[in-house]
């Protein structure tokens, strides 16, 4: 990989308070949207409202890959002082804040509109502060560090998951609509207090204009190695999307109820993929970035295999496998973070990233639509053979994507 497409960490050791803050935030940014595209579903439907309107919570979670279009203002523009990404994460975090508790102070029923229309602006807050977060993390991670803290995105976002979407529904019969968003409001602030005390290094200013950084999304994949990486990314990502798809109907039809998909899978199968997106990013360094890339995708392959269990009619191996491919399709969720965060340059590294990064989203999306659909058509194994087959050709292109250049 040529220099110029390296992201270069400005610090070799990351202090404890600089991990903790990567953590907090890669956790607190999900939390608002877990809640209402899980519970706030939940809450909608117990209230007797139509599947149109849930249809349009569920939309909310379409903000996130979007965030392309907007990426490159965030590598370009400075707000305030003390940091240039530092002050985006202010002010993205303080509007997520004022936002919960805003939301919390109306019905959820009676002032529907209003409350989806700051529910938008959550999405969207939440989806700059990814950005924002991930531009900081290119440039302050350390190459030998980038395993670990892309350990803690994709934990931070199963974090999210289980505490926004799982734990405070849990709590909505005792506190209440405005207890629950004050409570993830609460949240929401503790990254915000430990950037009043966050030092952000004084990094090379490059003074790329906004057009160059949107022209740089047009050639960005035309770069040697960088089809080959692309094919990669949407095979491992389609694979994983369109078995996800049939995951939840496939448990529905071995006769799971609400309950027991909810501890099994929102519980029990984010504490296995957090565990193991942990693990991963702690070998990434004693790993060459191609035994990484490789391991990762044949563990996905084994996780997408296992749900041909159920599949196959095998019942008592329905929680097996669900929990199989969690722990299974992590690992290369936080190879190929690590590897995105390698081919992003320093001058535009939210925007290389988010690129990348929404690439694989869109992927997902579109396979798990697809997934859906075919369910009908050639059932859930043949839905799940066709992932195991995208999946086989990912592995080729990583195994000769290896060979070809050095990933590590």
Not at 184 to 196: G, K, R, S
Not at 239 to 260: E, I, N, T
Not at 340 to 346: I, N
Not at 361 to 379: D, H, L, N, V
Request: proline content about 3%; some cysteine; glycine content about 14%.
């Amino acid at each position: 990989m040529a220099d110029d497409l390296r992201c270069e960490g400005g610090t070799d050791v990351l202090g404890t308070r600089q991990w903790a803050l990567l953590a907090s935030l890669y956790s607190t940014q999900y939390l608002g949207l877990n809640f209402f595209v899980v519970a706030l579903v939940a809450i909608l439907r117990t209230e007797g409202a139509q599947l149109d309107v849930l249809g349009l919570v569920y939309m909310l979670g379409l903000i996130w890959p979007l965030k392309l279009i907007w990426a490159p203002m965030i590598d370009r523009f400075t707000i305030g002082r003390g940091g240039h990404f530092r002050g985006w994460l202010l002010l993205t975090q303080g509007l997520l804040v004022l936002l919960l508790l805003a939301i919390g102070r109306f019905d959820v029923i009676d002032d529907f509109p209003l409350v989806y229309a700051l529910c938008l602006g959550v999405a969207l807050l939440a989806a700059t502060q990814d950005i924002a977060v991930d531009g900081l993390a290119c440039r302050l991670l350390p190459e030998t560090g980038r395993g670990l803290g892309n350990g803690l995105q994709i934990a931070g976002g199963l974090v999210g998951n289980m505490v926004g979407g799982g734990l405070i529904l849990m709590l909505y019969p005792q506190i209440g609509w405005e207890g629950c968003l004050t409570l993830l409001a609460v949240l929401t602030a503790i990254p915000a207090v430990q950037l009043i005390g966050f030092e952000e290094p004084a990094w090379q200013r490059y003074g790329d204009a906004t057009g160059k950084l949107y022209r740089r999304m047009t050639v960005f994949w035309w770069q040697p190695g960088q089809r080959c990486w692309l094919g990669i990314v949407l095979l491992v990502s389609a694979s994983s999307g369109m078995a996800y798809a049939v995951l939840m109907p496939l448990l529905v039809d071995q006769g799971w109820g609400p309950a027991r998909i909810g501890l099994v899978v929102n519980v029990f199968g984010s504490i296995a993929g957090l565990v193991a997106a942990l693990i991963s990013g702690w070998l990434m360094h004693r790993l060459s970035r191609r035994d990484a890339l490789v391991m990762g995708v044949g563990l996905q392959i084994a996780g997408v295999a296992a749900l041909l269990l159920p599949a196959w009619g095998l019942t008592q191996a329905a929680a097996f496998g669900a929990i199989a491919y969690f722990l299974c399709y992590n690992p290369v969720s936080v190879v190929m973070a690590t590897m995105m965060m390698d081919r992003a340059a320093p001058q535009s590294a939210a925007t290389d990233f988010t690129l990348q990064f929404t690439s694989g989203q869109f992927a997902a999306i579109a396979a798990m639509s697809a997934g859906a659909a075919m369910a009908a058509q050639i059932g859930y194994g043949g839905v799940l053979g066709v992932a195991l087959g995208a999946g086989s050709v990912a592995l080729l292109l990583a195994v000769g994507f290896g060979r070809s250049r050095a990933a590590g």
